[in-house]
């Protein structure tokens, strides 16, 4: 890969410009590629045989401040100008937009009517100059240019004869020579000279037009994909999975069932392992489940992103039609593990990408895998039907069962280790990869042990595969490269990026060990590994995490300014090391304060406790001038009592003797939500009397719970209000309502429902996996008091507490 090392450092621009010519080569034969348009505003164009602009780029590389609105709308003034109304304009950049940039995009991303409008109104120009915005947008790929490059080199490598020697390296040279053809145009001044033909672009990118028949995906390569995925079932403790809203767990299979799934779950939970598990028994049927990691999800390629998976399992570089191929077959099963994890401008590319298939009939089934619920969701919103499931706990038989596996313990031996891990890890023993590392670690130890003393002993264990190298010098340089990662809400990286920083880290650190001896010792010991081409990722993301918070706290890195979902576990463990992070998860992600809390046990003393508890609470509430008188009793515990800025009094509770303020201020926190919620009183509902009422006023119903719903959410401070919606929606309700049933001489009507964006009433039984209950029942309490369940149900979900304000 020396080709493209030497030019790591091209222009992002350079790179996404080789990424066009392949695509023009791959999908518009015809078409040519002109670089420096006519006009400053276009870096790139796209022109078809007669000379025609069909489409123009600007690349725009950015660090730093987010883009404000201002100059983000200049480049889009200064393309209506140039009045190319029937020609597509795409803004790249990899910086972040700010708010208003956003919203920008946002517009032009919309198909809503009154587009053109809102457009005039964002960038301050005329309507009738709007509507030459039709084709326009504006695309964040937060990709590093050796990320591009290595993207560029496979799907050139793909392109060329199987039995090219070296034609890897052949790619890494036709890279290069793009590159230099590339700017060697750039810097002509006629327009003419900068123009790069269809054939030049052929003989540049190499191979041939038309498709292989050794990639053809109903052939040869389904069937080496098949063979190799379905060789041997993997040794994996069996696995199932739950869908959403108290359904008995299932089988992994379940996921083939539907057109659009979802598998969530906190890190560790066995997603990974289910996903195997179905990919090896679905391929001894004949169904072929291809696993993408998202990771390696360069925005705007879909079809690479499932070719780069085909190619990892076969052990060659695949074209990117084969992976089109394999989303436009109906009987394929696309899977993206790692969707919660990205960056959120690529996840939002990712759903654009996706809409086409979740939308259309005729493609292939897709599940998408992550931690957080809640973003599966909000990418598999465009499907017209998606289930969202989870993985089941380990029940006890389970966790006796892989304790068994791991240390080849008796029954008798398994019950006493499971009981020691749960008093130790508490819930974490249902987590299997939680338990594993337990158990690897030392399951004879003391039991006064943290999860993040769980993982150091985990890595001491790990380490001993390289006892010529102190884990003491080698895995703070690391900690400190994942900490660089996770601020960028990651935790891979491609080669180049990982030789650089973990050199810098090195050099940084002065540690006795370089990048290069580092960089060895994470692979040999089994702390690295190759996720997918030419993408590199711990064995388990949560080893980040924790790596990470150990550089915080050892004052190597800086938490984040701002903490992202993705970030959580990092500070979780940061605070497990003892590093404050009270302040910034009170503020960012609240409700894992209570999570956090619970290992609060800084005690700051008498006289610091209430103002360090105040301005906490303050934040949770959203409320400014709260204060908190403690009290100590003569146990040792602690009666809390807290004022709102009138002095009124708002609750009590009494807590443990010396425990953190962050936990008291959760625990008054609670006594609020509670209070709050249960203001809300059930309301006596009478029966409907003919199915026609009950159509009405279920209807009536759920438009009321959704105006109470807001209503309750504007008592939450803004970013509370704002992780509480998600979890909520959609808000809206499609239902049927059946034929009556008689019970003890008492009518009621049968019900199916879906929830929806909108409230709809159908004429016949709703399609999928709708709910069953009754018109009574789903009315009985009336709209307020459903909509404070609601919500209240969504609070323990996102502290991941069930009962937590009972």
């Known amino acids: 890969m020396a080709g493209t090392d030497t030019i790591r450092g091209i222009a992002y621009q350079q790179a996404h410009a080789i990424h066009l010519a392949i695509d023009l080569v791959e999908q518009g034969p015809e078409h040519q590629l002109r ?54 304009f795409t803004f790249v950049t ?28 964002e960038l301050d120009i005329p309507e009738m100059l709007a509507d030459r915005l039709a084709f326009a947008s504006i695309r964040v790929d937060p990709s590093s240019v050796g990320v591009l490059l290595a993207a560029a080199e496979r799907r050139i490598a793909a392109r060329l004869d199987p039995l090219l020697r070296d034609r890897e390296e052949v790619a890494v040279q036709r890279v290069d020579a793009l590159f230099r053809v590339l700017m060697q145009r750039a810097s002509l001044s006629e327009p003419a000279g900068r123009l790069l033909t269809a054939s030049e672009l052929l003989e540049l990118v190499g191979g041939e037009y038309g498709e292989r028949p050794e990639f053809q995906w109903a052939g040869t390569l ?40 979802s598998l969530s779950g906190p890190t560790g939970t066995g997603k990974s392992s289910a996903v195997q598990i179905l990919q090896a028994s679905a391929a001894t049927s004949g169904r072929a489940v291809v696993v993408c990691r998202a990771e390696t999800y360069v925005p705007g390629q879909l079809g690479a992103l499932v070719a ?18 394999v989303l436009a077959d109906p009987d394929a099963v696309v899977v993206l593990d790692g969707v919660s994890e990205i960056p959120d401008a690529t996840l939002e590319h990712l759903a654009e990408d996706l809409k086409q298939v979740l939308n259309r009939p ?134 180049y990026e990982w030789v650089a920083r973990t050199d810098d880290a090195a050099a940084t650190l002065a540690s006795s060990v370089d990048g290069e001896k580092a960089r060895a010792t994470a692979v040999r010991i089994g702390l690295m590994t190759e996720v997918g081409m030419g993408v590199l990722a711990p064995f388990h993301d949560s080893l980040a995490d924790y790596l990470a918070a150990t550089a915080v706290a050892a004052g190597h890195a800086p ?118 919620f249960n203001e809300v009183r059930p309301e006596l509902s009478m029966r409907p009397s003919s199915r026609e009422d009950a159509q009405a006023r279920v209807k009536t119903f759920v438009r009321q ?81 459903a909509a404070a369940s609601d919500v209240g149900k969504a609070v323990e979900e996102l502290i991941n507490t069930s009962g937590w304000l009972s």
Not at 53 to 64: I, N, R
């Open 222 to 261: 389904k069937d080496s994909y098949m063979a190799t995925v379905g060789n041997g079932t993997p040794s994996l403790l069996p696995l199932t999975i739950t869908e959403h809203g108290g359904h008995p767990p299932v089988e992994a299979e379940a996921l083939l069932l539907t057109r659009a799934a």
């Open 362 to 495: 005729g493609f292939a089934s897709i599940v998408l895998v992550g931690r957080d619920r809640t973003a599966l969701r909000r990418v598999l919103d465009p499907a017209p039907q998606h289930v969202a499931f989870h993985v089941t706990p380990l029940d006890h038989s389970a966790q006796e069962r892989l304790i068994a596996s791991v240390v080849g313990a008796s029954e008798g031996s398994s019950t006493q280790i499971r009981a020691r891990a749960e008093r130790v890890l508490g819930d974490g023993a249902r987590n299997p990869m939680l338990l594993t590392i337990f158990l690897e670690a030392d399951t004879d130890g003391a039991l006064e042990l943290s999860r993040s003393d769980v993982y150091a002993k985990f890595l001491t264990h790990l380490s001993e595969r390289a006892p010529m190298v102190d884990a003491g010098t080698y895995l703070p340089v690391l900690g400190v490269v994942f900490a660089q990662l996770l601020s960028a809400q990651r935790r891979y990286s491609d080669r």
């Open 35 to 88: 670089v420096e348009g006519t006009d400053d505003v276009v870096d790139v164009e796209v022109l078809d045989a007669d000379g025609v602009l069909v489409a123009a780029h600007q690349m725009k590389s950015h660090s730093g401040a987010p883009w404000t609105p201002k100059l983000v709308a200049d480049v889009f003034r200064r393309w209506v100008s140039l009045d190319a109304p029937n020609s597509a």
């Open 559 to 676: 938490l984040p300014f701002t903490l992202r979902d993705t970030q959580s576990e990092w500070v979780v463990f940061a605070s497990e090391l003892g590093v404050d992070v009270s302040q910034i998860v009170a503020r960012d992600q609240p409700f894992l304060s209570v999570r956090v809390g619970r290992a609060d046990h800084h005690f700051p003393g008498p006289t610091d406790y209430v103002t360090q508890i105040a301005p906490l609470l303050g934040t949770l509430l959203g409320m400014s001038g709260v204060t908190v008188e403690a009290k100590e009793v003569l146990d040792g515990r602690w009666v809390l009592s807290m004022l709102d800025s009138s002095g009124t009094f708002l609750g009590r509770t009494v807590i443990e003797g010396e425990r953190g303020p962050l936990y008291a201020a959760t625990r008054l926190w609670r006594l609020a939500l509670r209070t709050r």
């Open 705 to 785: 719970r959704q105006h109470e719903v807001n209503a309750l959410l504007e008592s939450f401070p803004v970013t509370q209000r704002s992780q509480l919606l998600n979890r909520l929606r959609p808000l809206g309700l499609t239902f049927f309502i059946g034929e009556p049933d008689e019970t003890w001489g008492t009518v009621d009507w049968r019900m199916s429902y879906l929830a929806s964006p909108e409230t709809r009433l159908l004429p016949n039984e709703p399609e999928g996996r709708p709910g069953q209950t009754s018109a009574s029942h789903f009315l009985d309490g009336g709209p307020a008091h």
């Open 308 to 325: 780069d998976a085909l190619g990892f399992v076969v052990g060659i570089a695949v074209p990117t039609y084969a992976g089109r191929k």
């Open 94 to 121: 990899n910086g972040e937009l700010g708010p208003g940039a956003q919203a920008l995009s946002d517009v032009l991303a919309s198909s809503e009517p009154g587009r053109a409008a809102r457009l005039a109104k």
